[in-house]
């Protein structure tokens, strides 16, 4: 599965050329042309990576990264004309996993994507914890911790690599194999209803009763929705 990434820019032609870069290379691309756009494509698809524009209309680029990394870790590289060093800096400690400074050279980009996308793989938390509902439901990736409602859950590794996999692609329907590939890997060899019994359990475990954090999709898999 190609990975997804979704690219930031109130510049037509600056979104195009990217676009085509990163095609060119085997990546989906999505596009927004200000912050509202880039929180509702982050909302509503599942992105590996994001390049985001600081100057943007509607939402500025720091809060749209400020307000990311609240629910996600997800990498990603700022673009802007400003190229002073304290600019800089601001921008890595919001939250940013690096810095392009404007006018830049799109392989030099696409290069610097991909060796983000390799070294993190989502293995180095950008944020303490991510939070869901309200601050209700805590995930600390570092610590792979889980809190529910101020209390400690007490997960197996699988069952919070499950979660916080699906946690990170909110609202879309995860089939079994994909759990299977991106949480177990390729070479696990156990029966198709391993995934099932897994999310029982971390339901079981979360007490959910009223509410639906992860939704079964029959025929298709899970979807989490505990936003």
Do not use: W
């Not at 590794?157 to 499950?162: G, L, V, W, Y």
């Amino acid at each position: 599965m190609a990975e997804k990434i979704l690219v930031v820019d109130d510049e037509y032609k600056m979104r195009k050329v990217i676009k085509a870069y990163l095609e060119k290379e085997g990546y989906t691309v999505i596009t927004a042309k200000n912050g509202q756009e880039a929180l509702n494509c982050f909302k509503s698809e599942a992105i590996d990576l994001i390049v985001l524009d600081l100057m943007l209309p509607v939402i500025s680029g720091e809060e749209v990264c400020k307000k990311i990394r609240q629910k996600s870790d997800i990498p990603i590289i700022m673009l802007t004309a400003k190229g002073q060093e304290d600019e800089k800096i601001e921008g890595l400690n919001i939250g940013a996993d690096d810095y392009v400074v404007k006018p830049f050279s799109p392989k030099e980009l696409v290069a610097r994507i991909k060796a983000i996308l390799r070294r993190s793989n989502y293995k180095t938390p950008k944020a303490e914890f991510i939070s869901y509902l309200d601050g209700e439901l805590k995930i600390y990736p570092a610590e792979m911790k889980v809190t529910f409602q101020g209390e400690k859950i007490e997960f197996t590794s699988t069952e919070f690599n499950i979660l916080y996999f699906m946690a990170r692609n909110p609202k879309q329907v995860l089939s079994r194999d994909q759990l299977v590939e991106k949480v177990l890997g390729l070479e696990f060899k156990g029966f198709d209803r391993t995934i099932d019994a897994h999310i029982k359990n971390i339901r079981k475990k979360l007490n959910i009763t009223d509410q639906k954090i992860i939704e079964t999709v029959y025929g298709a898999g899970y979807r989490f929705v505990g936003e």
